[in-house]
């Protein structure tokens, strides 16, 4: 599996805005680049997914590099809701069979939002 | 996208034992998945489950220790067997989006093994 990196750690204040940066150098031309979340005391959910161009979706922005090589998610006005553990995971596209295939989860960046 | 109930939310066990977890989806859904996620780490996929057939495992996890049954499309089990300390962890299923856009998650179950 391709892998990505991740910062340990980013702060910021509430009601600004938070550039999540991630670098995944050897994606494939078929990966899609997804981003999880994990809450305190709660699974992971999904917060966006893309493969080229820029996603806007109500809870974030995922910004791709031309060269795919990195992506940065992007919450506009952070809020104490969205400290969390954010994950960057690149997932390969449908290619028949029965699934898109495993989430592969690494360290991720823990966010803290303070008030 | 779908919504699963996952049970126990935590439980406190003696070592040697087993425990089964129970995930329930709200749909019907091909894939179902098995994390691990040990105190202050990240998640590690355990297993595998398709519907009507074996489970398949990731490299380090075994059937004899972690046995899953996926009797249909809506519901799996994951046993821990044999219990140890070692295996205090979060245990969270998942099943794939149907579009594979976005997995959902179970809220977890919370191990202790005193």
């Known amino acids: 599996d391709a892998k990505t990196t991740q910062p340990n750690s980013m702060e910021s204040n509430e009601e600004e805005p938070v550039h999540l940066p991630c670098n995944h150098s050897t994606i494939s031309g078929t990966d899609y680049i997804h981003w999880y979340r994990q809450l305190p005391s709660q699974g992971p959910e999904y917060v966006i997914h893309g493969l080229t161009s820029n996603v806007n979706n109500r809870m974030a922005s995922l910004a791709i590099a031309e060269d795919r090589k990195s992506s940065t998610l992007i919450l506009h006005r952070a809020t104490l809701r969205d400290a969390a553990v954010y994950y960057c995971?690149?997932?390969?596209?449908?290619?028949?069979?029965?699934?898109?295939?495993?989430?592969?989860f690494g360290q991720g960046t823990i966010l803290t939002v303070h008030p | 996208s779908a919504v699963i109930s996952q049970k126990p939310s935590r439980d406190i066990c003696q070592r040697g034992t087993s425990l089964t977890i129970q995930c329930q989806v709200d749909?019907?859904?091909?894939?179902m998945f098995w994390y691990r996620q040990q105190p202050g780490q990240s998640l590690t996929l355990i297993a595998t489950?398709?519907?009507?057939?074996?489970?398949?495992?990731e490299s380090g996890f075994v059937i004899d220790k972690f046995p899953i049954s996926r009797p249909n499309l809506t519901f799996s089990t994951l046993t821990v067997s044999n219990m140890s300390p070692e295996d205090s962890s979060i245990y969270l299923c998942s099943v794939e989006g149907g579009s594979g856009a976005s997995d959902t998650f179970g809220s977890g179950t919370r191990l202790t093994v005193v």
């Open positions: 749909s019907q859904v091909t894939m």
């Open positions: 995971i690149l997932r390969g596209g449908w290619a028949g069979g029965t699934s898109y295939g495993k989430l592969t």
């Open positions: 489950a398709n519907q009507g057939s074996e489970a398949t495992y």
